[in-house]
C-alpha cells in the first residue's frame, strides 16, 4: 500500500468545540463535512481517548469553528498539542458561548457552525458525530479557509515524514548558508529552518538555530529550544 496515495484527499483545518460539567475544550479537526442538505447536517471524526468527545456525547450539541488561511501557529498548538484536562484552551482565545452554552472560537475563523447531535457511529478508535445545524455565521467572506495541504507547507506544519512537500526546497536552500542546520522538534516533528525563521513569533528568515533566545519555544506545541534535535539537511 502506498500512504502518500492518502495525501492526495483535500482536508480543511477546523476547530471543534463542546462543554460539560461548566468545562469548555475544544480540538483540531481535519475530518469536516457537510453530509445532508435537508436538514443541513455535518460530521465529524473525534478521538475516543479525547477529552472533548466525552463533553460532545454529554451536552449534544458540538461548533465547529473554520479556520483563516494565516491563523497563527500559536492557536494550532494550543488546541493540537495541549490537553484540555490540563490546559484552559478557551482562556486565551477570543469566543463566544452560543444560547446553548456551546463555546464557538472566533479568533481567526472564517465562520463558524453550531450542531446538535443526531447521531452517533463507532469507527473503532473513533467516534462518529453527525449533528444537525442549528446556526451558522459568516465572519469574514474576505479571508481564506485554511487547508491542511497549505498548513504543511507555508507554516511548516505536522506534515508525516513521507508526507509531499510544495516547498521548492532548491530556493530555501540558496537561501539558508549550507553550514547553517535544520533542528526538529522531537514531539510535534516541526522543522526549525533558518531560511524561513519563526516570523510569528519574532525569529526573522536567516536567524540560525543557535542564535535563538534560549525561552524560545516551538510554535506549534511549545517544547523548548533545548529539546530540538539537529537534522540532516
Known amino acids: ?133 442549528l446556526d451558522a455565521e459568516l465572519l469574514d467572506k474576505n479571508k481564506e479557509p485554511l487547508t491542511y495541504a497549505y498548513y504543511r507547507e507555508a507554516k511548516r506544519g505536522i506534515a508525516p515524514k513521507n508526507a509531499p512537500t510544495y516547498i521548492d526546497k532548491d530556493a530555501l536552500e540558496k537561501k539558508s548558508k549550507p553550514t547553517i542546520k535544520k533542528f526538529k522538534c522531537p514531539v510535534c516533528g516541526y522543522i526549525y529552518d533558518p531560511a524561513i525563521g519563526d516570523p510569528d513569533g519574532g525569529i526573522p528568515a536567516g536567524t540560525a538555530f543557535k542564535d535563538i533566545p534560549d525561552d524560545w519555544q516551538c510554535p506549534i506545541c511549545g517544547v523548548n529550544k533545548n529539546e530540538f534535535v539537529e537534522v540532516d539537511n
Open 1 to 133: 500500500m502506498n500512504i502518500e496515495a492518502f495525501y492526495t484527499i483535500s482536508y480543511g483545518l477546523f476547530i471543534v468545540s463542546s462543554a460539560a460539567d461548566g468545562k469548555k475544550n475544544g480540538y483540531i479537526a481535519n475530518t469536516v463535512f457537510q453530509v445532508t442538505a435537508t436538514p443541513p447536517q455535518f460530521a465529524i471524526c473525534c478521538n475516543k481517548d479525547n477529552h472533548t468527545a466525552g463533553m460532545i456525547k454529554k451536552s449534544g450539541t458540538f461548533s465547529v469553528s473554520v479556520l483563516e488561511k494565516d491563523v497563527p501557529t500559536g492557536i494550532m498548538g494550543l488546541f493540537g498539542f495541549k490537553s484540555g484536562n490540563t490546559v484552559n484552551k478557551f482562556e486565551s482565545v477570543t469566543h463566544i458561548n452560543t444560547p446553548n452554552g456551546t463555546p464557538v472560537v472566533t479568533e481567526s475563523s472564517v465562520a463558524w457552525f453550531e450542531c446538535r447531535v443526531s447521531q452517533v457511529i463507532d469507527a473503532g478508535t473513533h467516534l462518529m458525530f453527525i449533528g444537525e445545524i
